[in-house]
Nanobody, 121 residues
Framework: QVQLAESGGGLVQAGGSLRLSCAAS????????MGWFRQAPGKEREFVGV????????YYADSVKGRFTISRDNAQNTVYLQMHRLKPEDTAVYYC??????????????WGQGTQVTVSS
């Protein structure tokens, strides 16, 4: 099973940018899906985006499409979530996820510990 460690969360003003990092270990990189979810207070965890390793494509939730981008550094075994034009409703704990499978939705197998993102208005 893959181990994941997120970093990069923090407080940012609305309209600002933030980049989250997720360092992976335990399996060769580029052999499994990697993605991001988030959970706001009082809400269920929701999908943000995923990189499908077998097709080298990314999919995003409609709420973040055009503002968030998933990228990766193969040499560092790290996946990033670059977030632009942040809104207060983006405030949540963001979780890195890996492995699992993707059909019309992403079902991860491994999870990181989460990192808090707070967007002030």
């Amino acid at each position: 099973q893959v181990q994941l460690a997120e970093s990069g969360g923090g407080l940012v003003q609305a309209g600002g940018s933030l980049r989250l990092s997720c360092a992976a270990s335990g399996r060769p990189f580029n052999t499994y899906h990697m993605g991001w979810f988030r959970q706001a207070p009082g809400k269920e965890r929701e999908f943000v985006g995923v990189w499908i390793w077998s097709r080298d494509v990314t999919y995003y939730a409609d709420s973040v499409k055009g503002r968030f981008t998933i990228s990766r550094d193969n040499a560092q075994n790290t996946v990033y979530l670059q977030m632009h034009r942040l809104k207060p409703e983006d405030t949540a704990v963001y979780y890195c996820a890996a492995e699992g499978y993707y059909t019309d939705r992403y079902y991860p197998k491994s999870w990181g510990q989460g990192t808090q993102v707070t967007v002030s208005s």
